[in-house]
């Protein structure tokens, strides 16, 4: 996703140099999500019913993990992509699913949703890692750490957000914000367990869910997993509340 915007980016720059423009074209990065899980289902479902349940992915942690560094993605090129839709929000590769007759609830992808939709406004801000790095394919030097960072309007809060790529091994975080004010960490929300396939249910709704760790020993980020810190501004001892 990240070579894609930039790439897109890049060809609308050429052309404003090109024909000699001021004008800069942002970018809507529209029905974006992750599917696949439904293909072969939906070739069971017997043809000409009322409203049958098609496309109806159901979303692992895995998934969970992949969704929140699509949407540190989107947070780092916020410069360029300004509205970036999620296809559908229920059922239909949805982050929230029903069924007929009243149950609803919470797929693994809408927790990463949820906390970087009410924490991730206001300021984007670059954030650089040193960490361990892996080959995928025909890429090489994928770092295993993927973050972004949120200063609030207010500035009283910066929000960090971070998968840990790695399928084995944990990583211990140590943050140092430059020239960015005196910060200090109060909250950490992680998505994570020892099953990648693990799912929720209208059975088990709570099977894959948030859990907030402990920082007093520092942070540490589980493999594979999707996690949020929250830094709250110090305030000094003469400074009015």
């Given at each position: 996703?990240d070579k894609?915007?930039?790439?897109?980016?890049a060809?609308?720059?050429?052309?404003?140099?090109?024909?000699?423009?001021?004008?800069?074209?942002?970018?809507?990065?529209?029905?974006?999500n992750?599917?696949?899980?439904?293909?072969e289902?939906?070739?069971?479902?017997p043809k000409?019913?009322?409203?049958p349940?098609?496309l109806?992915?159901?979303?692992?942690?895995?998934?969970?993990?992949?969704?929140?560094?699509?949407l540190?993605?989107?947070?780092?090129n916020?410069?360029?992509?300004?509205?970036?839709?999620?296809?559908?929000?229920?059922?239909?590769?949805a982050p929230?699913?029903?069924?007929?007759?009243?149950r609803?609830?919470a797929?693994?992808?809408?927790?990463?949703?949820?906390?970087?939709?009410?924490?991730?406004r206001?300021?984007?801000?670059?954030?650089?890692?040193?960490?361990?790095?892996?080959?995928?394919?025909n890429?090489?030097?994928?770092?295993?750490?993927?973050?972004?960072?949120?200063?609030?309007?207010?500035?009283?809060e910066?929000?960090?957000?971070a998968v840990?790529?790695?399928?084995?091994?944990?990583?211990?975080?140590?943050?140092h914000?430059?020239?960015?004010g005196?910060?200090?960490?109060?909250?950490?929300?992680?998505?994570?367990?020892?099953?990648?396939?693990?799912?929720?249910t209208?059975d088990e709704?709570?099977?894959?869910?948030?859990?907030?760790?402990?920082?007093?020993g520092?942070i540490?980020l589980?493999?594979?997993?999707?996690?949020?810190?929250?830094?709250?501004?110090?305030?000094?001892?003469?400074?009015?509340?």
């Open positions: 996703m894609f915007i930039k790439q897109v980016a060809i609308c720059d050429e052309v404003k140099l090109e024909k000699k423009s001021d004008k800069t074209v942002n970018l809507s990065f529209d029905e974006w992750i599917w696949f899980h439904s293909s289902q939906d070739q069971k479902i000409w019913q009322v409203a349940p098609l109806e992915d159901v979303y692992n942690l895995e998934d969970a993990v992949v969704l929140g560094s699509l540190i993605t989107l947070l780092n916020s410069d360029r992509v300004k509205i970036a839709c999620l296809a559908q929000l229920v059922n239909v590769i929230i699913m029903t069924e007929t007759g009243g609803v609830w797929q693994t992808i809408y927790y990463p949703f949820l906390y970087t939709s009410r924490h991730g206001g300021t984007a801000v670059r954030t650089f890692c040193q960490c361990g790095s892996y080959d995928a394919g890429r090489r030097n994928i770092p295993f750490i993927d973050s972004a960072a949120v200063l609030s309007e207010d500035e009283n910066l929000a960090v957000f840990n790529r790695s399928l084995d091994s944990e990583c211990a975080l140590s943050l914000l430059l020239g960015g005196n910060y200090c960490p109060c909250q950490h929300i992680a998505l994570e367990g020892s099953d990648l396939k693990a799912v929720n209208a709704p709570e099977k894959v869910i948030p859990v907030v760790k402990d920082i007093t520092g540490t589980a493999p594979h997993s999707w996690n949020m810190i929250i830094l709250k501004k110090r305030r000094m001892q003469n400074e009015k509340v």
